[in-house]
């Protein structure tokens, strides 16, 4: 979870709390296989026979609610021993503090121009010069440094009230999906015509099933089951 934070900052295109995942956990001392999907639904009023093929590619209506965050909070109360405060300490000194940008992330930006023009706060985030930052150049996240602060608080605060391990971080969950965060992501996709409701993040849950198994020439090969990206 610290790595897939810390990402987030480094490199934004490829994991963020905003984003998908899936987890293929082996669990040494009981021989156990584990998979999890955190995986979030696209909003429940989008009709996607209204729209084109780069409309649910990228963009406004493109988006489903964010998993991957709340994979984490899972990951840590089913197997994590740290607080998400400890984990995500380290993506918070590089958001606030800034990072040499790297050629991948800078071409990713590069790619995305017209859309991040299309909306101020993401303009003001990836262009804060009014254009792409240059491989080298400090980059920071503020915004995001912000967010994370308030959700380690909100872990702290409920470990502070008698919260046990698992209670404190399912507070940080409860702020992303169900409180002042959903609001936000709510509101925004309200004022830029999009279809995502408070309900819509509300009702997202990290599932954790059984991965696909088989055996192939003595190998014991897992999986993430569908709707994982990744190939069987």
């Known amino acids: 979870v610290a790595v897939l934070a810390t990402l987030n900052v480094v490199r934004p295109q490829m994991s963020g709390a905003g984003g998908n995942g899936f987890l293929t956990y082996y669990e040494h001392n009981s021989?156990?296989?584990?998979?999890?999907?955190?995986?979030g639904a696209a909003a429940a009023a989008l009709d996607a026979s209204k729209l084109n093929s780069?409309?649910?590619?990228?963009?406004?209506?493109?988006?489903?609610?964010?998993?991957?965050?709340?994979?984490?909070?899972s990951m840590l109360q089913k197997f994590g021993t740290m607080s998400l405060s400890e984990v995500i300490a380290p993506a918070?000194?590089?958001?606030?503090?800034g990072h040499p940008i790297e050629s991948s992330v800078v071409r990713s930006i590069e790619g995305s121009v017209d859309l991040f023009e299309q909306f101020p706060t993401s303009a003001a985030q990836f262009l804060p010069l009014g254009r792409p930052p240059i491989v080298g150049e400090n980059f920071s996240f503020p915004n995001l440094a912000n967010t994370f602060e308030r959700l380690a608080a909100a872990e702290q605060q409920a470990l502070t009230g008698g919260a046990n391990r698992s209670d404190a971080l399912q507070a940080a969950f409860d702020l992303f999906y169900k409180g002042d965060i959903a609001q936000e992501m709510a509101?925004?996709?309200?004022?830029?015509?999009?279809?995502?409701?408070?309900?819509?993040?509300?009702?997202?849950?990290?599932?954790?099933?059984?991965?696909?198994?088989?055996?192939?020439?003595?190998?014991?090969?897992?999986?993430?089951?569908?709707?994982?990206?990744?190939?069987l």
């Open 187 to 231: 509101d925004f996709y309200h004022a830029n015509n999009g279809q995502f409701t408070v309900e819509d993040f509300a009702n997202y849950t990290p599932a954790w099933t059984d991965p696909i198994h088989i055996n192939y020439r003595g190998y014991d090969i897992y999986s993430s089951p569908p709707s994982s990206r990744g190939g």
């Open 54 to 73: 780069d409309q649910l590619d990228k963009g406004i209506y493109a988006g489903v609610v964010p998993g991957l965050f709340g994979g984490w909070i």
């Open 31 to 39: 021989g156990a296989m584990y998979s999890l999907s955190a995986t």
């Open 92 to 97: 918070i000194d590089y958001a606030k503090n």
